[in-house]
């Protein structure tokens, strides 16, 4: 495995600067697209990493793969009244289906579906970005992952969509917390900073059916099943069907160039190359997820 990812790692470092990093979010927009890291955390405890892969990066959108995780967790499936968990064939971003669709987001992973997501863990636990960051010291083992309180900063002065989104939401019935604390909390767990090894780690139990680091149920297997399969319909914008030809495994990208793609019963793999193509999605990560499933054969197909 250290071979794979060495020679992956090699392989995609000429992609590194096809594709622009996201500057939207303008503390994001510094960062060097030369950056590359691969790491593969395996469920019997290898762990493989090749390139930056402990340099830490912002995850952004790949918590909401943790703030879902975590709602299932304590509310099973009741998350599905209020999102739906369809690919939604629109821009993560995009207002104009929430209106359509009278309040009720596409899936989980745009981010109408992440605020619905954030603020029912709100409800449930009462600090929705300390919930995430604890799970995520837990899974990982590294006490020391945090929020980047520059990045968060950033993203709540340039937040103006994402805080008519939960206007929306609001007027449709669809948040039960504050707009403001909503927005503060998704915010806060977008701006978590992790590098490619802890993320891989951390990611491990959708590839141990929901088995947490510690060896305790964390998730039932029928709700990690479904975690990874909202990951491969909705996880990669609106790639989903390019990410699932090229790489055939369940994923979850952010904006900060990373991504997790789980091989259930097997391992977590994280990628993080901060130049992204124009559907949101690391150009060098996506190369290296294809190169890792036809060097391994291990996809879902
Ligand atoms: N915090 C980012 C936003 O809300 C997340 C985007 C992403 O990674 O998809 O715009």
Redesign the pocket.
């Known amino acids: 495995m250290q071979g794979i990812v060495d020679g992956i790692a090699a392989h995609v470092a000429p992609l590194c600067r096809q594709g622009q990093v ?1 500057s ?2 303008p503390s994001l927009g510094g960062v060097s697209p030369d950056n590359f890291g691969i790491c593969v955390a395996m469920a019997d405890g290898g762990v493989y990493g090749a390139g930056d892969w402990q340099v830490p990066f ?7 793969v943790f703030s879902l995780a975590l709602v299932m967790s304590y509310d099973y499936d009741s998350i599905w009244k209020r999102v739906f968990r369809e690919p939604s064939g629109t821009p ?2 995009s207002m104009v289906q929430l209106e359509a669709d009278h309040g009720i987001p596409r899936n989980p ?3 109408a579906g ?1 605020l619905v997501v954030t603020d029912r863990l709100l409800t449930l636990t009462g600090d929705a970005a300390a919930s995430v960051r604890g799970l995520l010291r837990q899974e990982s083992g590294n006490p020391a992952v945090d929020v980047d309180a520059v990045v968060a900063a950033s ?1 709540a002065d340039h ?1 103006h ?2 805080a008519s989104m939960a206007h929306l939401l609001a007027s449709y019935g669809n948040l039960e917390n504050p707009v403001d604390e909503v927005l503060d909390n ?2 806060k767990q ?2 978590l900073e992790m590098c490619c090894e802890d993320l891989a780690k951390a990611s491990l139990f959708l590839a141990r059916h929901g088995v947490a680091a510690g060896g305790t149920p964390f998730l039932a297997p029928n709700q990690s099943k479904r975690v990874n399969a909202v990951m491969l319909t909705c996880g990669t ?1 609106d790639a989903a069907g390019e990410f699932a030809y090229r790489v055939g495994l369940p994923g979850k ?4 160039g990373g991504i997790v793609a789980i091989v259930p019963g097997r391992c977590a793999i994280t990628v993080w190359g901060p130049a992204l193509g124009p559907n ?1 999605n690391s150009v060098a990560g996506i190369a290296a997820l294809d190169e890792f499933t036809t060097r391994t054969g291990w996809s879902i197909f």
Request: charged residues 10%; contains cysteine.
């Open positions: 996201a939207y979010i912002s995850i952004q959108s790949i918590s909401k993560f971003n992973f745009i981010n992440a993203e937040g969509r994402n998704y915010f977008c701006a914008y990208s952010g904006v900060g949101g």
